[in-house]
């Protein structure tokens, strides 16, 4: 196996290790503003909509998750155990009623 200090020099590595890390941490951030929002979000109809804890995805009960085939009109509650947050991958536990 090549030597990492072979092809790149430590300046070259630092630069790239803490883009790296600074572009990871802005798109973990980029979430927060979605979130502040979603907690005044109602839907017309009285289903409440939740929120991923992790990503900050929004599951509105009158959209569904088509990508996962769960219908317009389902509520949160009657999703399967099975169902994954379409943006991150967690599970239902992780979500949180919007208020």
Do not use: H
Not at 32 to 46: F, I, N, T, V, Y
Not at 53 to 59: D, K, L, T, V
């Amino acid at each position: 196996m090549k030597n990492i200090w072979g092809t790149l020099n430590r300046r070259q590595f630092i630069k790239s290790t803490a883009a790296t890390v600074f572009g990871l941490f802005s798109f973990i951030l980029s979430g927060l503003p979605g979130k502040a929002r979603a907690q005044s979000e109602k839907d017309a109809d009285g289903m409440s909509k939740y929120i991923c804890e992790i990503c900050g995805y929004i599951y509105d009960p009158a959209k569904g998750d088509p990508s996962q085939g769960i219908p317009a009109g389902t509520q949160f509650e009657k999703l399967p155990d099975s169902w994954r947050c379409p943006v991150c991958g967690v599970d239902k536990t992780l979500f949180k009623k919007t208020s």
